[in-house]
């Protein structure tokens, strides 16, 4: 979700007139801030081709801060789980990682980049939402909204 938060901002950034003038504009600082700027520098050698930046925090499957590479943990865990009759509902874990997979792909293309960030963090709401409502049992108390949000940070 940091990933994806980051790629966001930095594309909701660049969209703005003067949004390549530094700071979150600037890749190398949004590399940095997913601890992700010397990995990329191993792939990114001169006289190479290699993947965008954006790509890269998005798909690249070796990269423990890339969206791909959790989604690839998470349904690895959820699937551990129900081996081990842990997760009795993960049914639904498994379809929000599907959907969020789908999302990074979508919003790894340079033409739906601000629109499939925005569903990208939507699906990985979801894969959130199912594994807390399986794993994480809670009760609601009477002020409900403000309960969840206090679960979920803890859970954060």
Same mark, same amino acid.
């Given at each position: 979700?940091?990933?994806?938060?980051?790629?966001?901002?930095?594309?909701?950034?660049?969209?703005?007139?003067?949004?390549?003038?530094?700071?979150?504009? /600037?890749?190398?600082? $949004?590399?940095?801030?997913? @601890?992700? #700027?010397?990995? #990329?520098?191993? $792939?990114?050698?001169?006289?190479?081709?290699?993947? @965008?930046?954006?790509?890269?925090?998005?798909?690249?499957?070796?990269?423990?801060? @890339?969206?791909? #590479?959790?989604?690839?943990?998470? =349904?690895?865990?959820?699937?551990?789980?129900?081996?081990? @009759?842990?997760?009795?509902? /993960?049914?639904? =874990?498994?379809?929000?990682?599907?959907?969020? *997979?789908?999302?990074?792909?979508?919003?790894?293309?340079?033409?739906?980049?601000?629109?499939?960030? *925005?569903?990208?963090?939507?699906?990985?709401?979801?894969?959130? /939402?199912?594994?807390? *409502?399986?794993?994480?049992?809670?009760?609601?108390?009477?002020?409900?909204?403000?309960?969840?949000?206090? $679960?979920?940070?803890?859970?954060?």
């Amino acid at each position: 979700m940091q990933t994806a938060r980051l790629l966001a901002a930095h594309t909701a950034r660049a969209a703005t007139p003067r949004g390549d003038a530094g700071g979150i504009g /600037d890749w190398r600082v $949004v590399l940095r801030a997913a @601890s992700s #700027y010397e990995a #990329y520098l191993r $792939v990114a050698l001169p006289g190479r081709r290699h993947p @965008s930046a954006p790509a890269f925090l998005l798909q690249d499957d070796a990269l423990p801060a @890339s969206v791909t #590479y959790c989604l690839a943990e998470v =349904a690895a865990a959820v699937d551990e789980l129900r081996r081990l @009759s842990v997760a009795p509902a /993960d049914a639904e =874990a498994r379809a929000a990682v599907f959907a969020a *997979s789908r999302a990074t792909a979508l919003a790894a293309q340079p033409a739906f980049a601000v629109h499939g960030l *925005s569903r990208l963090a939507e699906r990985l709401d979801a894969v959130h /939402d199912a594994l807390a *409502s399986t794993l994480i049992p809670t009760t609601e108390l009477a002020d409900g909204a403000t309960h969840a949000q206090a $679960v979920r940070q803890a859970q954060n």
